[in-house]
């Protein structure tokens, strides 16, 4: 029985470091939903059921809420790009409180249409944050969690984001009876509620374990297929863009069914993006995470092509819960493949992350910018952008499926 506790010790923390016991890697696993949830769930996609309240309103005109929201997704890059020098220069831990701060502090900020000059900085700014949350996070976290374990504890942390999905959905057309004005004072009061909460809960600071040299001889062939994932997560990231940017428009006024029920299918956009996540990282535990990504693009291409087929109210909810799941879903499948094929040193793969968010945040701004000209340019056609969304996937899928013919082993 001692031994048994000793190697789990063991492998649950190299070194060893004080509080990584597994009551205090839960806790830390309540931080990290924290921080995705005002990051990413609440400070990206609470914008989504707010654009035709922006619109009604003449804050801005359709065109430029549209291009409002891929300026959160702009700067989404660029804290995916920032975010490893800034951990470096001022701490994970403290970069992490500063970027719950930062968020909240936007939502306030974006409380009055000063000049689209003004909210294009704070849109972007708030995906800064989610940038820098999403590469630092899970990061400082699993490298404390047993390997059978690190699927449903990446999923715990990142059920974050549809905890704000859901969060927004519900609380937004709520506070808009108050006001769009108060809409954005009630999000800045949970996201400032939450930043108080996940405080004192962070693990203490520890510098990045070195790859040991002996196994450098052992990437060769994992390489080729990490790099096959870091296009494999830009390109899902396209496929996400169609629904976490236009779904709610889409229905609202698209389908001429109105806010109300563009807010119905966003709540259900939600709940799919709270379980999809513990779903998805505990079948990768079970699974491995391999086939269980491959079986995730799949089902994925599926529902973010089935509104081009119908837009029947049962196709839209299986498609908005579906594609909801795998909007945070697919970030445990990513990380643990990551641990599978970069399987010795810790600092590697925070690296490979690191390339991975980055990977996603390119490609998802590039989406979404060129998603947003697409709509301008057809005058509105939604249908398209779907179907672009779904052809991403389905690439992505064929990726995978090319590797494992040429690299058996890797699959």
């Known amino acids: 029985m001692t031994n048994a506790v000793t190697k789990q010790h063991v492998d649950t923390r190299p070194r060893q470091r004080p509080g990584s016991t597994p009551q205090s890697t839960w806790r830390y696993a309540v931080a990290g939903l924290s921080a995705s949830l005002v990051g990413l769930g609440l400070a990206r996609f609470s914008y989504t059921p707010l654009i035709p309240a922006l619109i009604a309103a003449k804050w801005f005109s359709a065109s430029d809420v549209v291009y409002l929201g891929a300026a959160n997704l702009a700067g989404y890059l660029a804290g995916a790009l920032a975010a490893r020098a800034v951990a470096d220069r001022i701490g994970a831990v403290r970069a992490l409180r ?14 009055a249409p000063v000049s689209f000059t003004w909210f294009f900085a704070w849109r972007f700014l708030s995906g800064l944050t ?35 999905v859901a969060a927004s959905g519900t609380l937004v057309p709520l506070l808009l009876q108050q006001g769009l004005q108060q809409s954005w004072y009630g999000l800045g009061a949970l996201s400032a509620l939450l930043t ?17 040299p002996l196994h450098h001889a052992k990437h060769h062939h994992a390489s080729t297929a990490a790099r096959a994932l870091l296009v494999q997560y830009g390109l899902n ?16 006024r698209g389908l001429g069914q109105g806010i109300a029920a563009g807010s119905r299918y966003w709540v259900l956009y939600g709940l799919g993006a709270i379980v999809g996540p513990l779903v998805s990282g505990h079948l990768g ?93 057809t005058g509105g ?31």
Do not use: C, K
Not at 98 to 111: I, V, W, Y
Not at 139 to 147: E, K, N, T
Not at 330 to 351: K, T
Not at 385 to 396: E, I, Q, R, S
């Open 98 to 111: 500063a970027m719950m701060l930062l968020a909240t502090l936007s939502f306030f900020a974006s409380s």
């Open 130 to 164: 989610g940038g820098i949350i999403m590469v630092l996070a899970a990061s400082i976290i699993l490298p404390r969690v047993s390997a059978a374990r690190r699927g449903i504890v990446g999923g715990v942390i990142f059920a974050g984001v549809g905890l704000g």
């Open 196 to 212: 108080l909460a996940s405080w004192w809960n962070w693990p203490a600071e520890a510098r990045a374990d070195a790859a040991p």
């Open 237 to 252: 990231a396209v496929a996400l863009v169609p629904h976490m940017v236009f779904i709610v428009d889409f229905v609202a």
């Open 285 to 377: 535990d079970r699974a491995g995470f391999g086939p269980t990504l491959r079986a995730a693009f799949l089902i994925e291409a599926a529902a973010v092509l089935l509104p081009t087929v119908s837009t029947a109210p049962v196709s839209l909810i299986v498609s908005s819960v579906v594609v909801g799941g795998f909007t945070p879903g697919i970030v445990p499948l990513v990380l643990g493949r990551i641990h599978e094929l970069v399987p010795h040193s810790s600092e590697q793969q925070r690296a490979t992350w690191s390339h991975a968010t980055t990977s996603f945040a390119l490609f998802q701004a590039a989406a979404a910018y060129g998603f947003s000209w697409i709509y301008a340019q």
């Open 381 to 411: 056609d939604y249908l398209v952008l779907f179907g672009l969304g779904g052809g991403a996937v389905v690439l992505a899928l064929a990726i995978d499926l090319g590797l494992a013919l040429i690299v058996p082993r890797s699959s």
